[in-house]
């Protein structure tokens, strides 16, 4: 006898995307999933808004930058940008092969953005952009985020009441 997968509702939530982005595959993806979608101008170029969540992330194709000082410092500066604005973001340097120029543009990227706000995360596709934006946002979101929070709080009661280092702890005190 197999067990049957447990049935799970399908997380929704509402996004807003920059409008530059509405014919964009990642787009047609979210859409097909059934989010609420809504585009907007006032969102940066690349960026994709989870207000329910608080969370915001900034998608970079590397393959589309050319290697010169102009543009890297282009990316800087709208990297800089989207920090200022979102603070809780992430920024999803998504490139098919993750070779020495994308490593290189990665450590440079983490080392100027040393102590800021961002996160940020190599994706290879469209579909790991959307699996991972979905993934972050859907655990920083309500009720989720206080479902994690409560789990968390019951392990480590467990943890502090069943470690025996703790008991040892209290043992030294008492004696």
């Given at each position: 006898?197999t067990?049957q997968?447990?049935?799970t509702?399908?997380?929704?939530?509402?996004i807003?995307?920059?409008?530059?982005l509405?014919?964009?595959?990642?787009?047609?993806?979210?859409?097909?999933?059934?989010?609420?979608?809504?585009?907007?101008?006032?969102?940066?170029?690349?960026?994709f808004?989870?207000p329910?969540?608080?969370?915001a992330?900034?998608?970079v194709?590397?393959?589309?930058?050319p290697?010169?000082?102009?543009?890297?410092a282009?990316?800087?500066?709208?990297?800089?940008?989207?920090?200022?604005i979102?603070?809780?973001?992430?920024?999803?340097?998504?490139?098919?092969?993750?070779g020495?120029?994308?490593?290189?543009?990665?450590?440079?990227?983490?080392?100027?953005?040393?102590?800021?706000?961002?996160?940020?995360?190599?994706?290879?596709?469209?579909?790991?952009i959307v699996?991972?934006m979905?993934?972050?946002?859907?655990?920083?979101?309500?009720?989720?985020?206080?479902?994690?929070?409560?789990?968390l709080?019951?392990a480590?009661?467990?943890?502090?009441?069943?470690?025996?280092?703790?008991?040892?702890?209290?043992?030294?005190?008492l004696?």
């Amino acid at each position: 006898m197999t067990a049957q997968p447990e049935h799970t509702v399908q997380w929704k939530t509402t996004i807003v995307i920059n409008t530059s982005l509405q014919h964009h595959d990642t787009s047609r993806r979210l859409l097909a999933q059934q989010h609420r979608v809504r585009f907007s101008d006032n969102v940066a170029p690349g960026a994709f808004v989870f207000p329910a969540a608080g969370t915001a992330f900034l998608v970079v194709h590397l393959q589309e930058l050319p290697e010169n000082a102009v543009n890297k410092a282009r990316l800087l500066e709208r990297v800089g940008h989207f920090v200022h604005i979102h603070r809780n973001g992430f920024l999803l340097l998504c490139a098919p092969l993750h070779g020495k120029r994308e490593l290189d543009t990665l450590s440079d990227l983490q080392q100027r953005l040393f102590g800021c706000n961002l996160r940020i995360l190599p994706v290879q596709n469209d579909a790991e952009i959307v699996d991972a934006m979905l993934k972050i946002s859907k655990v920083t979101s309500k009720p989720h985020v206080d479902i994690i929070r409560n789990r968390l709080s019951v392990a480590r009661e467990h943890i502090i009441e069943d470690s025996p280092v703790w008991k040892m702890l209290s043992d030294m005190k008492l004696g």
